[in-house]
């Protein structure tokens, strides 16, 4: 009945000790015992017990108080019962300041011990019951790293399921920080190919040629630097999946490349003769709308029908604002850990505060923006406070608006101006505030033509 | 066939052991034998509490165990304490070899009430089954009428039956023979 609970019974006198976990097991729990609070630290280390019985007095090292202090830094909720020979007033209220659950004068009727270690327990049993239910509530909303209640959501899953084992390809559209590489991986690990490679390539890190040589591979000789033969990602993804994210920003050359590898499922190495067959699965992933690329002409409208056999839009995080709770507690969850803060939750305050945020940079703006506020944080709950931060980022987010009709150059002359005035001129603070080389600063300068 | 030796400590009440002998012949199927009466080892009294410590007494017991026992139940006439509690009916090492239990609370007089001899028989017998129990390895069963649950005052003892329920005699059973086919 009681087997799963384990007690931990920390007392200096061996025949004390002993007595009491005797006495405990013949209840039915698990029952360990340490003969000093080094001893007890040790085996608290290894694992979490239900309830502490620590002895006030110890000789030896750290006594009963410091004992629990050090325990509820391992486990801030342990339940620790403080036994004492001889009752002070002092002790009894410092040990029940300092996190105590009960101060226990020895000996003691044995239907007090009962009563006590039942009631710790069954609030154990309850909180258990409460983590065992959000768990298998998050199930329901989750999918392989995916989590979502939002029907929308749902329905791509469902979809992801039934298209997982086919070979066809698939075009994943939906704002940056969305999760499109999730996306991209749960269709590869859901599938049949899930022990074969995921191979994501980003298309708009490297320069055209590079991409050309990352994707296809490139044999001995054929450029500076090819000092050997080296496989392309392509051929690293045969009998898997490969992710061509941020496929907008490819060349028209490269669009043609591939439409050929997808036409006909060859390869050939950049400086190569030879043609290799491959069985890749191509899922290909953008933040811009491809059909207006399409209708302007910079992206190949052949290439697109190629890719667009399977679409799957992810909803933007506004346009599923009852993920905010679910996703916020699960990052709090995974950030205490790794953050080794113990934070438990959400205010409400500080919920609402994050569902009045507009969230352009969608789940992963959502998880920085936890991860900013538990950094911050010095309580163990989240409040509105933590993310007073949100404010601004909104208001600048709101403002900021593409003005129509105007070319890119014409943004960048702009944002040059702008940054050079707010730093009086200075140009190496300019260039650092916009992430540019100085020489390419005074390049553009120059080109735009902008008074100093 | 296995033995369970009744070992009495001090001068206890013999027509209890005889009680018990019989009883545990039935139960278990086994020998029950009363060994060689032992004295109460002088480490187990507490001057302060006048009260003897029951993890003395069952260490002594192991110590004085008969090699051909497979289980030893010490039964001593004087009050029990573990250093925690105010007093404890008996103690038993859980799947382990030998237990021990007081008289002393069992009877009326000690509540201050009039001596009934039945009364106290049916107590030690129900005392004796719960430790010797969980020598096999039962615990506190939750089932109220059973001889296997808690009892931290005389009234729980008396609100149960000198049975094991359904469950803690099947439990009981796999567990004493089990036994007998470890040899």
Not at chain 1, 32 to 38: C, E, F, I, K
Not at chain 1, 40 to 57: N, W
Not at chain 1, 201 to 229: D, M, N, P, R
Request: glycine share 6%.
């Amino acid at each position: 009945m009681n087997t799963q609970w384990e007690i931990l019974v920390v007392d200096d006198e061996e025949v004390n000790r002993e007595s009491m976990a005797a006495w405990l097991r013949e209840d039915g729990y698990f029952v360990d015992s340490a003969a000093s609070g080094r001893e007890a630290l040790e085996k608290t280390q290894a694992k979490e017990y239900a309830i502490y019985f620590v002895d006030l007095k110890m000789p030896k090292g750290i006594d009963g108080i410091e004992t629990m202090m050090e325990i509820k830094k391992i486990y801030p909720d342990a339940s620790v019962v403080i036994i004492t020979a001889y009752a002070t007033v002092d002790t009894a209220i410092s040990a029940m300041k300092e996190g105590a659950i009960e101060y226990i004068v020895k000996p003691c009727n044995p239907q007090e011990i009962s009563l006590l270690v039942g009631r710790i327990i069954k609030v154990k049993n309850l909180e258990r019951e409460n983590t065992m239910l959000r768990k298998k509530l998050l199930g329901q909303y989750q999918f392989q790293d995916i989590i979502s209640k939002n029907a929308k959501m749902m329905e791509i899953f469902q979809l992801v399921k039934e298209i997982s084992s086919m070979r066809s390809t698939v075009l994943i559209q939906g704002e940056s920080g969305t999760g499109k590489e999730l996306v991209a991986r749960a269709i590869h690990y859901s599938g049949d190919r899930a022990d074969k490679p995921f191979i994501a390539v980003s298309c708009s890190a490297l320069a055209e040629t590079l991409l050309e040589s990352e994707l296809f591979g490139h044999e001995k000789g054929t450029f500076t630097g090819a000092i050997s033969q080296k496989p392309g990602k392509f051929e690293m993804a045969d009998g898997g999946t490969i992710l061509l994210d941020e496929i907008g920003d490819i060349s028209p050359k490269l669009q043609m490349d591939l439409l050929r590898v997808l036409q006909e499922k060859k390869i050939y190495r950049v400086g190569g003769s030879e043609e290799i067959t491959l069985d890749v699965r191509v899922v290909a992933a953008t933040h811009v709308n491809l059909e207006d690329a399409v209708r302007q002409g910079r992206f190949r409208e052949d290439l697109f029908y190629r890719l667009n056999v399977i679409n799957i839009h992810i909803p933007p995080l506004r346009e599923r604002m009852e993920d905010i709770p679910l996703l916020a507690r699960i990052f709090v969850e995974r950030l205490s850990h790794e953050l080794g803060k113990p934070i438990t939750g959400i205010s409400e305050g500080g919920l609402k505060k994050m569902m009045d945020y507009g969230w352009p940079g969608n789940v992963r703006e959502l998880e920085n923006a936890v991860e900013r506020a538990m950094v911050t944080c010095r309580e163990h709950v989240l409040t509105e406070n933590d993310f007073q931060f949100l404010n601004g980022a909104k208001k600048d987010a709101q403002e900021w608006e593409i003005p129509q009709s105007m070319t890119l150059e014409e943004l960048e002359r702009q944002a040059i101006v702008t940054t050079l005035r707010r730093c009086n001129g200075n140009i190496k603070e300019t260039a650092l505030k916009l992430g540019m080389d100085r020489s390419t600063l005074y390049d553009r300068i120059k080109k735009f033509n902008i008074p100093r | 066939m296995k033995s369970l030796y009744l070992m009495p400590v001090g001068a206890p009440d013999e027509r209890a052991l005889d009680i018990l002998k019989h009883r545990f012949e039935q139960e278990l199927g086994w020998d029950v034998r009363i060994a060689h009466a032992m004295a109460i080892p002088n480490v187990a009294y507490d001057a302060k509490r006048e009260q003897y410590e029951a993890i003395h007494i069952l260490r002594a017991a192991i110590e004085a165990m008969p090699r051909d026992a497979e289980r030893v139940l010490a039964v001593v006439d004087a009050d029990l304490f573990i250093p925690m509690l105010t007093f404890v009916f008996g103690q038993a090492q859980l799947k382990g070899k030998a237990a021990v239990m007081s008289l002393a609370r069992l009877r009326q007089d000690y509540y201050s009430l009039p001596v009934n001899a039945a009364l106290f028989y049916k107590r030690v017998e129900k005392e004796a089954m719960h430790e010797i129990g969980h020598t096999f390895g039962l615990t506190h069963c939750t089932e109220k009428h059973c001889v296997m649950a808690l009892s931290n005052s005389i009234q729980q003892v008396d609100g149960k039956l000198a049975e094991y329920c359904r469950s803690c005699a099947i439990l009981l059973q796999d567990s004493v023979s089990s036994l007998a086919t470890d040899r």
